[in-house]
């Protein structure tokens, strides 16, 4: 069974950081490109970043850049999303995705910024 279960989440006060994991079971992540995407309440779901397959290449939104860092363990079977210096608009449900020859998502986890 195919899965992808985000984990790391939680309630954060501004100018904290979070660790999100991605653990993947069913498919092997060395041969997808991993993303973490993120969706605030009434907002379109937005790509947060990627990594490619190596993990020698990687894509982040402007508004994260500097900030967040995805990383891949693909010994483990798993993708990172480490949070510094959060604000209250990174307040979102982040989901991981898998992209390949099929398309997976997580189920998401929810990041809290707030004081």
């Known amino acids: 069974q195919v899965q992808l279960v985000e984990s790391g989440g939680g309630l954060v006060q501004p100018g904290g950081s979070l660790r999100l994991s991605c653990a993947a079971s069913?498919?092997?992540?060395?041969?997808?490109?991993m993303s973490w995407y993120r969706q605030a309440p009434g907002k379109e779901r937005e790509l947060v970043a990627s990594?490619?397959?190596?993990?020698?290449?990687?894509n982040y939104a402007d508004s994260v850049k500097g900030r967040f860092t995805i990383s891949r363990a693909n010994a483990k079977n798993t993708v990172y999303l480490n949070m510094n210096s959060l604000k209250a608009e990174d307040t979102a449900v982040y989901y991981c995705?898998?992209?390949?020859?099929?398309?997976?998502w997580g189920q998401g986890t929810q990041v809290t910024v707030s004081s």
């Open positions: 995705k898998g992209t390949g020859e099929y398309v997976y």
């Open positions: 990594i490619s397959r190596t993990g020698l290449s990687t």
């Open positions: 069913g498919f092997t992540v060395s041969y997808y490109t």
